[in-house]
């Protein structure tokens, strides 16, 4: 609707812009600042556990090395502490830029791709057909002067998968496993961010309870702590699913908190001059106002989930598609270990493109 006052009015395409759709979007610009400060924090960690000359993340590779077990722990704790603050900063920030969002909050209608059902879907396929046909060009320019031995292009990939044999049934058994066990922390992790993200709003205080170990839990460096992990849930399903479940949590905690949060304000002072009760208010407006953010949270834990099954099949568990990676890396193994980062990545895309489908279903199920 302001969109078309301002079209009405004669207005630009960069005055519907400025002045109605960069600020709608800033209360959503820093919920996706709130996730992105802590995940900074941990890929600087992961970045400097893997290859670095100072930093958290070196400190906690000597601390491993030398077992010394407390000093690890202080040091997650250190990085939790610095990943929190990065957090109350981002949302010290929002607070001032937008104020004005807890009074003006209202359901925004998404754009749908206009025409048939035929020509949707065409679109659908020459955009991701497009994308596909563009990366593997720049696959293949990316390679071009290394080492043939190392580096493996995408015929070297697709003559892998398409030869029968033991070793492609063992990738796409070690696959399937993955995938399971990432579709079980990806539940575990969204259903407790829903509950907790319920709390939060049905209750106030709960956030400032909540929050904390949220972002602790997110600013944990796995790398690091997923030995330690195995030892407290064992090598089994258990410890996958913990940690799928943690890197799945907080992302949609913070994307179902803003959801829970855009339900327009006429539609609560209107539920509650006719009496409803906080359960009611949840129920009739919170809830079907969040469902969006919860399947804009899926796009974003997703993908996180398939890589934290992985992470901890690589340290862990020793099954999964994971560990066949771990086995190809140590064995020079090198076209199974580019097989499997292709199918993992196109498990991920897969998983983004069906929670963004359902989305789009949602939405113009919804409104109109």
Known sequence: ?????????????????????????????????????????????????????????????????????????ALALYATMLAGAAYLATAAVERRVCSWSATMTGGTVPRTASGSIPKRIALTAGTAAGAVLGSLVLWQVAIMGLNPYFAKGPADVWRYLATPGSERDQLISALGTTTLHASYGYLAGTVAAFVVAVSVLSWPAVEAAVMPVAVALRAVPL??????????????????????????????????????????????????????????????????????????????????????????????????????????????????????????????????????????????????
Not at 316 to 326: C, K, N, R, S
Not at 346 to 359: D, F, G, N, Q, R
Request: hydrophobic share 55%; charged share 15%.
């Open 1 to 73: 609707a302001a969109i078309d006052v301002v079209r009405t009015a004669g207005g630009s395409r960069r005055q519907e812009f400025v002045r109605v759709t960069l600020p709608s979007a800033l209360p959503a610009t820093f919920g996706g600042l709130r996730i992105a400060a802590p995940a900074a924090v941990l890929g600087a960690i992961i970045g400097e556990y893997l290859g670095a000359d100072s930093g958290l993340g070196v400190a906690m590779v000597y601390a491993q090395q030398s077992l010394d077990v407390e000093r690890t722990w």
């Open 223 to 368: 790398v690091a702590m997923t030995p330690l992990i195995a030892l407290v849930f064992g090598r089994d399903v258990a410890t996958v699913v913990v940690i799928a479940g943690i890197v799945t949590f907080f992302p949609s905690l913070v994307t179902i908190v803003t959801g829970l949060r855009s339900v327009p304000s006429g539609a609560i002072d209107l539920l509650s001059a006719y009496g409803a009760s906080r359960f009611d208010l949840m129920v009739r407006a919170r809830i079907p106002y969040a469902l969006p953010s919860v399947f804009a949270a899926a796009r974003i834990a997703a993908p996180s989930a398939v890589m934290g099954a992985l992470l901890a099949e690589w340290l862990a568990t020793g099954d999964g598609i994971g560990f066949l990676m771990l086995r190809a890396s140590t064995g020079a193994n090198y076209g199974r270990l580019w097989s499997s980062v292709v199918l993992i990545t196109v498990v991920s895309l897969l998983a983004y493109a069906l929670a963004t489908a359902a989305e789009n279903a949602l939405s113009r199920n919804r409104f109109h």
